[in-house]
């Protein structure tokens, strides 16, 4: 059978739409609230990726940075992050769900207990940031053993050479950091140049479902919309920064953005 | 787990850039593979370029002014009563500390690679301050990442490298000290890798860092190695050397010629900031055995809670104010080879007091760290052995701290 995340692009496929991503970090601010942030895009969303927090997170931008501070202060913990996404899975069940994370924390917790609570939480994706490929080719084997997608990165700095491997060794998605940067940067490379850039990628495999991140905003999405999906996680973290500072509703305030980024895609 | 003889440690690890199997690696995010593939290549065939070792000899002597000097501290010996103490002043070096090696080498690079802007990261200043000297001497332009407290607390070195024409970034998240100025350091160098080259002021960092600044400051042990031959006509029997540990960069470069000895002959001693006494604090992940986790892309002994969230440290001396240490220091640690203790922040205080009363000498707050286990290991030892400990750094960038704590001028 067909995992969820591919079913998941396929649907976005036969609407003629690329799959909406969305990223937010567990437990901002709180884990009550992060998990009702989830349910509510999830209406809105195709895929949900699902941050775990790191205190030291080296490819990520203020936003995220400032959203994972917050979560870590306020006393999330790994156990927690699983029990948001079975939670989440328990009302959701057929909507994917992607952790992602810096590798350390994996690494504490023990690889095989970690994919083994992924199991159990229904976890559908890993995204570790900072285990590349050849690295990551035990960890993401074990990974498939178990069911769960690893997904590869691949960024305009990889080689053609390296690129055909990654794609060989990739499960059903695949994710292209659209440009040299942290997430949350601003885009500033062309949408086409990034365009083209994915279709090089998309060429390779066709069967692969390629997402394009980073640097991706409500002002940006649509002109990236030819991709088979799109994510976004700095634009969100920044609407729950702001609703906090503002004291408004996040859950409405990020769940309008995400409907709003969904409208752009149509 | 292994040592191996005959080969420079900086050199003993697998293909995947480990050592022992499990130290050091390369953790990165996709966007890095190719820029440190590249510059890991660029190295492989720059440290067998005799034009460019030509090169940096030239610098290292003429810039750096090396060797550094190799002196008995007499007064303090005798106060002491047991073994001789001598000293490495390493910090006689252009810039007042080893800091300058790895510099230097790192500028040769990036002017190898076409490349025109350099960035790196510091904790006590010197680092950075000798980035910027190094860049300012090969027209490169620079940027210092630096945490916002230790800009505050390491202000000399701060000037210095405004003065260089460097570009100081405070760094505001986390504790505000090293370990974010490494993570701010490579973000910047995630989004800048097509023009801009990194250089990491430690042996810690993803593998091909530890290697480049292992082989930059492997100068100092050279030297010594010369230096103990010249005034002991051999190799003496009983030598302990003493060296502070941060990221472990000095230390591994005042033993890398010594590792292939009898540990019973030459005694490596690491010394790691051991924090305020009072407080549960500190920078000593090996001394104080921590667990194996990964930060800044790579496996090391590491300050971290179960979670592998990374804990604050604290420490009197920016430049050990770290987490992590270098992965070849892990390895030397459960290779037995080395011996790894700390001293807490009074200690350092007070041995940089009793170093300065007896000695012409001003050892900044990371070497006095290893002057404090040299003053406590010394009065039990036969007057045959020698203690060296390498100062590696000057206190004038330390001037405000010691005025605050010692009520120095």
Redesign the interface.
Known sequence: MSSLINRAFQNAKSENRPALLTYTVAGDNTKKKSLEILKSISNYADICELGFP????????GQI?TSA?RA?KNGI??NDVFSIAKDFKSKKKDKPIILMG????????NENKFLEKCKKSKVDGLIV?????P?NKNFAAKCKKKGINFIQ???????KI?LKKIIKDSHDMIYY?SM???TG?KLKVSPKKILERYRKIKNQNKSKNVVIGFGITEKTIKSLKKADGLVVGSAICKEISNSINKRQNAVTNVTNIVKRLKNKII | MKLKKGIPLIDQHDQHGFWGGKFGGSFIPETLKKPVEDLTNEFKKLRKDKKFLKKRDFYFKNYIGTPTSFVKLDNLTNHLGGAQIWAKVVSEANGGAHKIYNATVHALICKAMGKKYIVGDTGAGYAGKMLSMAAKKFGLKCKIFMGAKDIKRQKPNCDAMRKNGAEIVPVYSGSQTLVDAVSECMRYWVSNCDNTHMCVGSTVGPNIFVKICGWSTAQISRELKVQLKSEFKKIPNKIKLINCVGGGSSAYGFWSEFIDYDKKQIELIGVEAGGPQKSKLHAAPLSRNAKIGILHGAASYLCQNSEGQINDTESISAGLDYPGVSPMHCFLKDTKRARYTYATDEEALNAHQMVTKFENLNPSLEPSHAFAEAIKIAPKLSKDTIIIVNSCGDAKKDRDILRERLGKK
Do not use: W
């Open positions: 790191h205190n030291t997170p080296i490819a990520d931008g940075q501070y870590i913990k790994i810096y590798y350390n924390m994996i690494f504490q917790y940031v900072d285990l590349p490929y690295e990165l691949v960024s305009p700095t990889t080689s390296r950091i040299l940067s942290t940067g």
